[in-house]
């Protein structure tokens, strides 16, 4: 018997306290009947609000037996705790999850499925609302407690989301030549060894060099395959509106549409290409031939790069959205404003939620030869702040109407780039 198996024996034989939480599993076919998706959802999202801890499924609590997982189940079991962790979570929790061996009561071996749970820099919001572990119970947080703990992670969180290592995932996923693409002419570091020092991966528990969040997001051809929010949803639409009528008339309204995921420079390329494909230029003949487009290209570069490096990645579920209209852009970044910005500030202060993404977005080249992409960077950042600026003034200056920054809910940002047309101007189109 493996030392992890004695340890994990030993940790089972005291029972439960705030750090182990025991479960018999009960299956319905390949669904889990008990504990329920809710309650297990509960319970990880408990004990990383806490002091972090263990989770392990296939034993009874009460009486402390080794009653396994059905080993033909195993996999099934494993996958509903991952997608609870994603789907369940708010925000998502990066659990390691893995299966242990033990000899049951009658010496044959049993499969315990056991989930390791770290205690997180975040406050997660499970089925039931913020709850914590306290003893052998999962509490509901009272409102001041509640306020407390966020005041106290606030002022810890050390590490950042993006700097995250992400479980199951190896430096094989990470693309050579996207990564070699931020090293400085100096640079002669092996490829882990200056991944490191960028942030680019970290370890993990077990010792493992994985990709960050970051790092995936940057240096992987799909990183959409393990973040599957991080990506942009794209939507143009004929009119004013997204549609008059119910759910099934949006369809005809829409003139196109597309997810873009990739890295996220190549988001925000191909997202300034969807703005340059589906905007009008209109001509005004009053004074000559005067050709006026609905957007600043450069506005919408800035506008995108902001998008990508500063939205919320632990908000699973919740895409960046790019809708087109008739008379607007409308730009959703999920995620409140970072530190204490407020939509007032914006224009005059920076502040990075994703330190590691921006850093590398200010050292990842602009494609010269990238159609519908305009800009005067270099880089797709110049860290300098000056990005919200630039949208506010550009816009001004071609459509006559100043964008409008909002914060309608504390769950996403949105910018709304109102369309210039030939009547700004003067003239007749």
């Excluded at 008990?34 to 801890?53: I, M, Q, T």
């Excluded at 309204?253 to 494909?277: K, S």
């Excluded at 939620?353 to 990238?370: H, K, Q, Y």
Aim: proline share 5%; hydrophobic share 40%; aromatic share 4%.
């Amino acid at each position: 018997m493996s030392m992890d198996a004695e340890r994990l024996l030993r940790r089972i034989h005291v029972g439960e306290d705030s750090l182990l939480e025991l479960r018999r599993v009960v299956l319905a076919g390949d669904e889990l009947s008990s504990p329920s998706r809710d309650e297990l959802a509960d319970e990880l999202a408990a004990l990383a609000n806490a002091h972090g801890g263990l989770v392990v499924l296939g034993v009874d609590a009460r009486t402390r037996e080794i009653v396994g997982v059905p080993e033909q189940h195993a996999d099934a079991v494993v996958r509903v705790a991952t997608e609870l962790s994603y789907d369940a979570i708010r925000p998502a929790l990066l659990p390691r999850i893995q299966r242990v061996e033990v000899p049951g009561a009658d010496a044959s071996p049993r499969t315990l499925v056991c989930i390791h749970v770290d205690r997180s820099l975040f406050l997660h919001e499970g089925p039931s609302g913020y709850l914590y572990r306290s003893g052998e119970r999962t509490r509901r947080m009272s409102s001041d407690f509640l306020a407390r703990m966020l005041l106290q992670r606030s002022q810890a969180r050390l590490l950042r989301f993006d700097e995250t290592p992400i479980p199951a995932t190896t430096m094989a996923d990470l693309d050579p030549a996207l990564v070699d693409r931020f090293r400085s002419p100096r640079s002669a570091d092996a490829r882990d060894v200056f991944a490191r020092k960028m942030a680019i991966a970290a370890e993990d528990w077990d010792g493992s060099l994985r990709p960050t969040v970051a790092g995936l997001l940057l240096g992987c051809r799909s990183p959409e395959q393990w973040l599957r929010s991080a990506c942009i949803q794209a939507v143009a639409y004929r009119g004013e509106r997204s549609g008059s009528g119910g759910a099934g008339s949006l369809r005809g309204y829409q003139l196109d549409a597309r997810d873009i995921g990739g890295p996220l420079d190549q988001q925000v390329v191909e997202a300034c290409r969807f703005v340059h494909r589906n905007m009008r230029i209109e001509a005004s003949k009053s004074l000559g031939r005067i050709e006026v487009p609905q957007y600043d290209l450069e506005a919408v570069f800035e506008a995108l790069v902001n998008s990508v490096a500063h939205r919320d990645y632990s908000m699973h579920g919740s895409r960046i959205r790019l809708h087109m209209f008739s008379d607007r852009l409308e730009l959703y970044s999920p995620g409140a404003l970072a530190s204490s910005m407020s939509i007032d500030s914006l224009e005059l202060r920076q502040a990075a939620r994703n330190e590691t993404i921006c850093s590398l977005l200010a050292r990842c080249p602009v494609p010269r030869d990238a159609s519908g992409v305009v800009t005067q960077r270099a880089t797709f950042m110049d860290r300098r702040g000056e990005g919200v600026g630039m949208v506010l003034a550009r816009t001004e200056v071609l459509a006559r109407k100043r964008a409008v920054y909002s914060l309608p809910t504390e769950a996403e940002l949105v910018l709304t780039i109102p369309a210039a047309t030939a009547l700004d101007y003067g003239g007749e189109t």
